[in-house]
């Protein structure tokens, strides 16, 4: 699908964001692997959220949705059955990398596959520790890649320093460390998410957390417990970019969830001297929610060291676009992880900002900018197979002259698939 994006005079009105795509897989997975019944309300209909569903209910697990609430009756591990077939995990990282963490302590043999760009991606940073914690598990090119073959088998905890500050991986050591023999002691490098933490506490499980140290006891029945998952600050991240750059915009984003793992974004955009408020403070299912209200303002330019990448890993395709229309020089440093997601996000950023007339210069870990809000050309240019990327370009279009046409433009189904609808709306 190639969707063409014209340059917009103002984004003014109130909306709600898709719901976090994080919460969802973990809300439908955890349940699945808890005793008693769970309803999941507001669950993200989207590819990547589907997969995790689907590949639950192939181990046997009674889970039913309509609409965004979706009902899981989980028996424990002991309910998990050998999938019939492979699991499909479709170009969701997340989905692979926690799964593996599951069935590395089950008591059969799965395989876990994904599409084309998902099976490039590496999971050696998961192979690795589970085989510490006497895993059976292998993947193509000598344990690279996916496909992932693993025979279930008896674990034992292990303490692990992790060499990459990353959620995925960490919540696939939790998963095994529930069913290991013995204390997992995870030691992180850098802020990652930590719904995980938060959600396995909330059903019951011995998991503390003091500084960049988690340490998780076996033993504890996890029990099942209703969630509520609130809006994707990492789909909002597009509406804040537009919001901020698109002249006289005034957008009300509604019940956005602001864990602090999360919100570097809007530290960096209202460093950049952007105007975003947040209003409504609360808690819900342990996560902090809120509302924001973002107003157009001139930024300038920043320069990001990557200590905090964690906080806003997902968001430097836009945040890059944030860049190109601020006043000045910006660069990004200490992102070298952006090159193993969906696509090298730093040569698709770097490919489609250039052929819309950005001065952006690729580098080994990130990028440098000079922004120039008046540089900003129409053309035609490439999501990659990449939502986020996808997502970049439609708010870079919001500012461009002429038209833009964006090809691949179903990507963002992945994470957001009302996005198109959205940006419509607030026409
Ligand atoms: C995610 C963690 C992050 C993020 C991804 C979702 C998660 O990946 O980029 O979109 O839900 O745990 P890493 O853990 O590899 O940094």
Request: glycine share 10%; aromatic share 4%.
């Amino acid at each position: 699908m190639i969707k063409a994006v014209s340059a917009r005079t103002r984004l003014r009105g109130e909306m709600t964001i898709d719901p976090d795509k994080s919460i969802s897989h973990r809300s439908v997975l955890f349940s699945a692997l808890a005793h008693g019944d769970a309803q999941i309300n507001n669950f993200l209909i989207a590819e990547d959220t589907l997969s995790t569903l689907s590949c639950v209910q192939r181990m046997g697990v009674r889970a039913k949705r309509e609409g965004r609430t979706v009902w899981v009756s989980g028996q424990g591990w002991e309910g998990l059955r050998e999938p019939a077939t492979i699991l499909d995990c479709g170009n969701s990282g997340t989905t692979m990398r926690m799964f593996s963490g599951v069935l590395a302590g089950s008591r059969f043999f799965s395989i876990l596959s994904g599409d084309e760009s998902l099976n490039r991606r590496p999971m050696r940073r998961v192979i690795e520790p589970l085989k510490k914690m006497g895993a059976r598990i292998q993947g193509r090119s000598g344990g690279t890649y996916a496909p992932l073959a693993i025979n279930g088998t008896p674990l034992r905890g292990i303490s692990y320093d992790m060499p990459v500050a990353s959620a995925q991986v960490k919540s696939c050591l939790l998963l095994a460390g529930l069913q290991a023999e013995g204390a997992t002691i995870i030691n992180e490098p850098g802020i990652s998410r930590n719904h995980t933490e938060i959600m396995l506490q909330a059903m019951g499980a011995d998991l503390s957390v003091r500084d960049m140290t988690i340490t998780l006891q076996p033993g504890n029945k996890l029990h099942a417990q209703d969630i509520t998952v609130p809006g994707d600050i990492s789909s909002a991240a597009f509406f804040l970019v537009a919001a901020s750059i698109v002249p006289d915009s005034e957008l009300l984003i509604k019940d956005v969830g602001l864990n602090p793992g999360r919100c570097g974004v809007i530290s960096i955009l209202n460093q950049m001297g952007a105007a975003i408020q947040i209003e409504n403070r609360r808690r819900s299912c342990g996560e902090e929610v809120g509302d924001l209200v973002v107003k157009s303002s001139a930024l300038k330019g920043i320069s990001l060291d990557g200590s905090t990448i964690g906080t806003y890993i997902d968001e430097i395709p836009v945040l890059a676009v944030a860049m190109a229309a601020a006043e000045g020089r910006s660069e990004v440093s200490g992102a070298g992880e952006l090159r193993v997601k969906e696509t090298d996000r730093i040569e698709a950023v770097c490919k489609e900002l250039s052929t819309m007339g950005v001065d952006i210069t690729e580098k080994d870990d990130g990028f440098i900018v000079n922004g120039s809000r008046n540089s900003l050309k129409g053309a035609v240019v490439e999501s990659h197979g990449d939502h986020r990327i996808a997502m970049s370009l439609a708010v870079a279009a919001l500012i461009a002259e002429g038209v833009t046409s964006i090809r691949d433009a179903q990507a963002v189904e992945i994470s957001f698939p009302r996005f198109w609808d959205e940006l419509e709306r607030l026409r």
